[in-house]
């Protein structure tokens, strides 16, 4: 039996200048679902009650299935998301089956803009979002404590305003 070989040298450092987002967006991702699914599960129980459909009992019944497996899986999709700043450009991942990769060039960018809905603010997070003249390479990193996400928007906007300047 032949011996194993040893293990190539993998760094491990691969990950370490990834930054996640805040773990209190895993609670905004969840009332958001909460809500959302609850306003639904509303109007069809209505139809149900009020209106004799039969159909809508099952279809709330599903929606509620569909949004407690969701919600289990809010923890681990929120730890999926990260973001890499680089010498010319800013890259942007997130999913778990589907996962998206996007590097938005900082000479492109041409807004920064930072959203705070009402859970995020109470958390103190807020959502920082980069528009460029290409719809598709629109990205917004969520989650991020407001702080950061304020200093980050100072420092894409100067480094998009350096950039642009070779133009």
Known sequence: MPELSEPHDVPTHV????????????VVEVVGSIIGSGVVIAALLIAHFLGAQQWALWVAIAVAVIAIVTIALEPRRVRSIAYRLRDDDLVFRRGIMFQRQ???PYGRMQLVDITRGPVA?????????????AAATAVTVPGLPA???????DELVALAET????L
Request: glycine share 6%; no cysteine; hydrophobic share 45%.
């Open 15 to 26: 990950d370490a200048d990834w930054r996640r987002v805040s773990p209190k967006y895993v």
């Open 102 to 104: 996007v590097a938005v």
């Open 121 to 133: 603010r109470a958390l103190g997070l807020a959502d920082l979002k980069f528009v460029t003249a």
């Open 147 to 153: 702080e950061e996400a304020d200093r980050l928007r």
């Open 163 to 166: 950039r642009r300047a070779g």
